[in-house]
């Protein structure tokens, strides 16, 4: 049966820099959760990320609100191994000229094993928001079912977008190559 990882943030990494909020040109916040919907974007003019605390680069690492932000590094290793289902949207990272780009997964699968996870829960009528009734409100434990992944080598689970998923080839891919700021946990 096939392996498969939650690709997370290593928040421990000695010395690391932290990002802030996607902005425009003209430093307004850009929306965060568009990057969460499986789509592909376009943008007009660059984003760009605060830094602070400035610190040592990493190749992975999360920005305000999960977003992923990759080293050229890491979208080389993917165009090596042929990764399809991921847009790099190129953005410019405060006080520093390495080029950087927001990882954007395109696909989305519905593959929660709820009965496999330690804890679920689903957004109910008593919780006052009825557009998201019947949706995931926590997981705890998270496990998929990989019988529902088919080819997908990385993706975000339905329901649980903040979650990016990848396949085993690809995590020892990423710790072959060395890349920096990653942290995986089995699913």
Same mark, same amino acid.
């Given at each position: 049966m096939p392996r498969y990882f939650d690709l997370k943030d290593d928040r421990y990494h000695p010395g690391r820099w932290h990002l802030g909020n996607p902005r425009d040109e003209q430093g &307004?916040?850009?929306n965060p959760w568009q990057f969460f919907n499986g789509r592909r974007l376009e943008f007009q003019g660059t984003i760009r990320f605060p830094v602070k605390p400035d610190g040592v680069e990493l190749d992975f690492c999360w920005a305000a609100f999960s977003i992923p932000v990759v080293h050229g590094r890491f979208v080389q290793l993917f165009e090596r191994l042929g990764v399809q289902d991921v847009q790099f949207i190129p953005v410019q990272v405060e006080g520093h000229t390495e080029p950087f780009f927001i990882l954007n997964t395109l696909r989305t699968l519905r593959c929660v094993d709820d009965a496999r996870c330690e804890e679920v829960q689903y957004f109910k009528p008593e919780d006052e928001q009825p557009e998201k009734v019947g949706e995931y409100k926590f997981i705890a434990g998270l496990r998929i079912d990989p019988t529902k992944v088919g080819d997908a080598r990385i993706f975000r689970p339905w329901g649980w977008t903040g979650s990016l998923i990848v396949s085993e080839? %690809?995590? &020892?891919? %990423?710790e072959a190559e060395r890349i920096t700021g990653t942290r995986f946990v089995e699913v």
């Open positions: &307004q916040r850009i080839d %690809l995590k &020892q891919a %990423l």
